[in-house]
């Protein structure tokens, strides 16, 4: 449970470039949803649960609706 995974994160509204420090470096793309709305697509590896619950505290902090939490692969496989 406390491996490494590479995880893709979606919030809803646009979300600063300088955060992805913050966020554990992880990459930033902005979209829109299918109702038109500007979503932050992130994707990064995220070394640990705790880490992952940082970048979800960091995105709570900024107040970004979290749409979607996913584990894509984990770093060994």
Do not use: C, F, H, N
């Not at 109702?35 to 697509?41: D, W």
């Not at 970048?55 to 060994?76: F, G, N």
């Amino acid at each position: 449970m406390d491996e490494s995974a590479v995880y893709r994160i979606v919030v809803e509204g646009v979300l600063d470039e300088r955060w992805a420090t913050r966020l554990g470096d992880m990459r930033m793309t902005i979209d829109r949803s299918d109702r038109g709305t500007p979503i932050t697509r992130l994707v990064g590896s995220v070394p640990d649960q705790a880490a992952l619950a940082g970048v979800l505290e960091a995105l709570y902090e900024l107040r970004l609706p979290v749409l979607e939490v996913e584990r894509v692969k984990t770093e060994t496989g």
